[in-house]
C-alpha cells in the first residue's frame, strides 16, 4: 500500500510540475525549466524507493555493466561494414532497376 502512495505522489507531482510549467510563461524559461527539472529529479527519487522502482534500478545498473562488456568495432572496421553495406545497396538497385526495366520493355512489347 506505501509502494502505490508513492508511485500516486511521484505521478501528481510530476503532473503539477508540467501544468505549472505550462501556467507561468511570464516567468524566465530557464526557470521554469530548472524547476521542472526538480520535480522530475524528485518524482524519480521518491519512485525509486519502492519495489518497482528498487527492480528499474537494478535493470539499469545491470545494463550498465552489459554495455561495459560490449567490444566496440575500431573506425577501420566500421568503415569497411558501412563500404560494404553502401556497394551492396547500389548492386541491388542495379539489379532491381534491371528486372524492372526488363518488366516494362515486355509490357510495352505486349501491348503494342
Avoid: C, H
Wanted: cysteine-free; hydrophobic content about 60%; glycine content about 4%.
Amino acid at each position: 500500500m506505501a509502494d502505490t502512495i508513492k508511485l500516486i505522489v511521484a505521478v501528481v507531482l510530476l503532473i503539477a510540475a508540467v501544468t505549472l510549467f505550462y501556467m507561468f510563461p511570464e516567468y524566465s524559461t530557464l526557470l521554469r525549466v530548472l524547476g521542472l527539472l526538480a520535480a522530475v529529479g524528485l518524482s524519480l527519487f521518491i519512485a525509486s524507493r519502492t519495489a518497482k522502482g528498487g527492480t528499474v534500478l537494478s535493470y539499469v545498473k545491470d545494463t550498465q555493466v552489459e554495455v561495459r562488456k560490449v567490444v566496440w568495432p575500431t573506425r577501420q572496421e566500421t568503415l569497411q561494414t558501412t563500404m560494404i553495406v553502401i556497394i551492396m545497396v547500389i548492386i541491388a538497385a542495379l539489379i532491381l532497376w534491371a528486372f524492372d526495366s526488363m518488366l516494362g520493355w515486355t509490357v510495352r512489347a505486349l501491348t503494342l
